[in-house]
């Protein structure tokens, strides 16, 4: 079992950027994928960006490719979405979320098996 905390999340404007940050719990973290995600209401919960266990391997959604950059710190049992450019449309709760598999590095989230209870990001224009 492993508990994951998001933070960072609050106010930004239009243009802006944030970091937020995905704290676990356990020592296994650093064998497992990980994945942010996000979601705003009456949408379903989509992929935003993923991660290999040693970090050597990253993957976006297109929304965001180019802006986003997703990292981790296996000595701080920490992962990291650094969000620039930030527009309107990234308002969302992320999440993050963690693949005890670490072979690959998912974009579905029936991929993942342990979840964060988020954090609110809200872009104004």
């Known amino acids: 079992q492993v508990q994951l905390v998001e933070s960072g999340g609050g106010l930004v404007q239009a243009g802006g950027s944030l970091r937020l940050s995905c704290a676990a719990s356990g020592r296994a973290f650093s064998s497992y994928a990980m994945g942010w995600f996000r979601q705003t209401p009456g949408k379903e919960r989509e992929f935003v960006a993923a991660?290999?266990?040693?970090?050597?391997?990253?993957s976006y959604a297109h929304s965001v490719k180019g802006r986003f950059t997703i990292s981790r710190d296996n000595r701080k049992n920490t992962m990291y979405l650094q969000m620039n450019m930030l527009e309107p449309e990234d308002t969302a709760v992320y999440y993050c979320?963690?693949?005890?598999?670490?072979?690959?590095?998912?974009?579905?989230?029936?991929?993942?098996?342990?979840w964060g209870q988020g954090t609110q990001v809200t872009v104004s224009s």
């Open positions: 979320a963690a693949d005890r598999w670490g072979g690959s590095i998912p974009s579905e989230r029936d991929d993942y098996d342990y």
């Open positions: 991660i290999s266990w040693s970090g050597g391997s990253t």
